[in-house]
Structure formats: C-alpha cells, structure tokens
C-alpha cells in the first residue's frame, strides 16, 4: 500500500542526503517497526508517509497516489494518520474533547458525526469519559493517547507514531504498546519507530535504518538474532534474542530466532533432551 522507491532526501539545497536510496514497502495491515541510532532518518521517512516531505529523488506512492502531487496530498493525509513523536505538539485542543474532534472537523462532517468520531475514539483508546478534561491535566500517558485517538479519529487506514512509548512510564508503555497491537489485530497498517527492540515483538518486521539507508528488514525473531549477535553496536536486542545468540556461541545447538522466554525454554530444554546427562 506505501511505497518507497528509491528515495533520497535533503533538508537544504546543499545539504547532506539525510534518505539515501530507500526501498521500502509497506504492505496493507502490515505492523512495521523502525529502530536505528539518533539521527538516522527515522523521523525523516516517517514524514514521507503521509507528504509532511516529499523525495529529493525517487518516489512515494500510497495507494498509487504520488506524494508529490500536491492534489493528492489531503486524500493521502486521510488514508496515513501521524502521531508525532511529542504529544504536546500535537494538541490543539482546550479540551480533549475539542483536540481530538479537530481533524474530523476539518472535514466538513455534520457537529453530530464529529462527536460520534470522538467518542468513538476516545473508547477506541480506552479514554472515555474524557471528553471535557483540559489537555494539559492530563498524565503524558493519557496525553499520548489523546494523540492517537485525534488520529483515529480520521479513520485512518495506516498509522505512522514515532517513538510513541518515549519518556512514558511502564504502565502507560504497556497500554500504549498494547493499543498498537489491537489496532492492527483490528487490520490497521502501522509503522511504529521505536528505540526500545523490546517493544517489538509483535511487529511483523523489523527495519533498521543506518545513517539515511536500511540495513535490516526482517522478521522480529531473525532481526533480533542479528542485533544480539552484535552486527549493530549500541542498538540493544531483547534479552532473550541475547541469551539465546550467546548460548549458540557457547555451542549450544539451540534455534537464536526466538523471542519469548517460553520458546527459549523449549529450545534449551529440546537441547538439553538430545544430549541427556551431558553439558553441551
Ligand atoms: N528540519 C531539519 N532541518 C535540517 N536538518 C534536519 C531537520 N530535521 C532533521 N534534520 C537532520 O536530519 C538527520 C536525521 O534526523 P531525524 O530524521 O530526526 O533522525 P531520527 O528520527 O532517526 O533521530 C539528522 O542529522 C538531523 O539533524
Ligand atoms: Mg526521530
């Protein structure tokens, strides 16, 4: 459904190429995560999803709908919602209320229809109720789902969010990561930039980007087994991905392409059965 050919992008005319040579694409529901060091082009690309930037060189297309075409971009932006990376960017609202109704709004929809939106997706979010608290009394948790709820609120059919989990705490980490998984449960395409590998182990794939280009694309389990072998100094793999790496470096005969601690067990205990009373 999106897809990038080839693309390079610069901020200024003579700037250095922040994208350079992307080839990626996007399938209809396919959850997608983008990991890589600061600076990388992570929120760069992001942007080249819904047309916020159009390639230097080369092309996006959503849905068959070039980016750059500027007629196209309001369709684009409907079928691409963004959640940026910090929420209180995104809120625009004095209520949340008002935040969230602020793109069906723009729409030209009926006052009635804006509000079922709404509280449809304040619910979606698990936010009900919420309708007329002051953005800005809100924990960074409910704030970041006020962001996506705005999103949802469009009816998108793809979501882009950008380190959507940052400088959350553990609970609202969890609710926020299991919203994401619901809503592609739900057939939600997603791209979810993310520093945290843990946070991934529900995505389809994994893309690490380097320096403007990617490096990797690949299932989570095979991506982690590359990280925790060490192929991309300071971009950490989960620790069952490196239990797992460093026990087939001890000799160990297990499968390093796991990432729950049950697969683990049963790897390590099927070693374990094969050579029975000896330590491999
Ligand atoms: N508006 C901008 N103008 C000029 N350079 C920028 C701008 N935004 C980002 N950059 C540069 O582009 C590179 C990639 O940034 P970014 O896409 O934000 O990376 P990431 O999200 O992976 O941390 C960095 O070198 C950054 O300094
Ligand atoms: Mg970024």
């Known amino acids: 459904m999106i897809v990038l050919d080839g693309v390079s992008f610069r901020y200024g005319e003579d700037g250095p190429d922040v994208l350079r040579g992307v080839d990626l694409r996007l399938r209809e529901g396919e959850y997608v995560a983008l990991a890589g060091h600061n600076g990388c082009g992570k929120s760069t690309l992001l942007k080249h999803l819904n047309a916020l930037l159009v390639p230097t060189e080369g092309t996006v297309t959503v849905d ?140 389809d794939r994994l893309v690490v980007m380097e320096r403007g280009s990617i490096a990797l694309d690949d299932r989570p389990e095979a991506a982690c087994a590359a990280l925790a072998s060490g192929r991309f100094p300071g971009l950490e793999a989960p620790p069952v991905a490196t239990l797992m790496a460093e026990l087939k470096s001890l000799g160990w005969g297990v499968n390093p392409n796991v990432l729950s601690i049950r697969e683990a067990c049963r790897e390590i205990d099927a070693c374990l059965a094969r050579r029975p009373g000896e330590r491999p």
């Open 64 to 203: 068959g709908l070039d980016t750059r075409d500027s007629s196209l971009q309001r369709g684009i932006r409907r079928a691409v919602g963004m959640v940026f990376q910090n929420p209180d960017h995104q809120i625009v609202g004095m209520t949340v209320e008002e935040d969230v109704a602020f793109g069906p709004g723009n729409l030209a929809l009926p006052p009635r229809e804006v509000r079922e939106c709404v509280r449809e997706a304040l619910a979606r979010v698990g936010l009900e109720g919420y309708e007329s608290r002051a953005p800005h009394t809100l924990s960074g948790g409910e704030k970041r789902l006020v962001s996506i709820a705005g999103v949802l609120a469009m009816k998108p059919r793809f979501i882009a969010l950008d380190e959507p989990t940052a400088y959350l705490d553990p609970v609202s980490r969890r609710r926020v990561l299991d919203l994401i998984v619901g809503l592609h449960r739900q057939g939600m395409g997603i791209l979810h930039v993310t520093h945290s590998i843990g946070n991934i182990v529900d995505a």
